[in-house]
């Protein structure tokens, strides 16, 4: 009922910038937060950053002065800017959406995932 469209991974070196973009489309009434998490090999899921509809913000520690989240709530899309990128930085992305659906009911909805490499 909710599609997530994440892009903007890719391969980059150590110092380098990448930005995420992730769209929500489908049955939505209202989006409360839209965010970014993490998954490195071996590792479990990690938040990156969110920012709920009110516009608070929340960070990893790892990532902040280097991350900023934004929206776009006319278009319910999120972004990610990420600078001075680290090795360890590397994983799958993954945006999250969380709102209402027009009928009312809840959702919680993950996109694909993004691959994103740094290398030294």
Known sequence: QVQLVESGGGSVQAGGSLRLSCAASGSIFSITAMGWYRQAPGKQRELVAIMSSGGNTNYADSVKGRFTI???TIKNTVYLQMSSLKPEDTGVY???ARGLLKDALDFASWGQGTQVTVSS
């Open 70 to 72: 934004s929206r776009d």
């Open 94 to 96: 993954y945006c999250l």
